[in-house]
């Protein structure tokens, strides 16, 4: 069966630089979430869309914007990236809000 | 009580053995429950669904009370593959979004 996909897998950027992460969610699938896992952390929530609107956020930095396009894929953009972005971002996808979410292989992001 | 609360781990049982788990909740108008196991490195995967009473999926059990606000996994016969780290997961709002727990590590010893 066809799963949740992001690209790229690995990314290394410098401090201040931007980046652009994308996700492509399970063929059918509305919603798309965001969430970054730290070293050693539990994944916390950043954004999510319904629909190609955002649906709900929690801890997105402002530094940070997301979209999510008619063919329901999404992008996650990180601008002035510091030290402590370094962490694992995972999308996930769902049927509609609320039901159970699947998730990408996430992309690791390592600022240096 | 934190929104999301799982038993510390980690958890060190040898093959075959049976294993629970505890996670407690502070939103009382959750509808839906959610089990994720997440290996090293690698994304969480959906184990069981709980919308009612509980799941039974296998070897594994999830069973939730609401009037105490908790849920638990029970994986019996444990296998050397259900090594991994185990995330109760509970809407905030509803049913969305998504908080997890800070995982129950397991570790099952031949």
């Known amino acids: 069966a066809a799963g949740v996909i992001q690209s790229p897998r690995h990314l290394i950027k410098e401090k201040r630089e931007t980046a652009t992460l994308k996700c492509y969610p399970i063929p059918r699938h509305d919603t798309v979430y965001w969430y970054q896992q730290g070293p050693g952390q539990d994944p916390q929530f950043l954004i999510s869309f319904y629909e190609k609107m955002q649906s709900d956020k929690g801890s997105i930095p402002d530094r940070f914007s997301a979209q999510q396009f008619s063919d329901y894929h999404s992008e996650l953009n990180m601008s002035s990236l510091e030290l402590g972005d370094s962490a694992l971002y995972f999308c996930a996808s769902s049927l509609g809000r609320g039901y159970e979410q699947f998730f990408g292989p996430g992309t690791r992001l390592t600022v240096l | 009580r934190k929104e999301v609360e799982q038993d510390p781990g980690p958890f060190n049982v040898p093959e075959g053995a049976t294993v629970a788990f505890n996670c407690t909740y502070s939103n009382s108008a959750s509808q839906s429950f959610f089990w994720y196991r997440q290996d090293c490195r690698k994304e969480p995967k959906l184990l069981m669904s709980?919308?009612?009473s509980g799941n039974e999926d296998g070897r594994f059990t999830a069973q939730l009370n609401r009037a105490s606000q908790y849920i638990s996994l029970l994986i019996r016969d444990s296998k050397l593959s259900d090594s991994a780290t185990y995330l109760c997961v509970v809407p905030r709002f509803g049913n969305t979004p998504l908080v997890f727990g800070k995982g129950t590590r397991l570790s099952v010893i031949a």
């Open positions: 709980v919308y009612s």
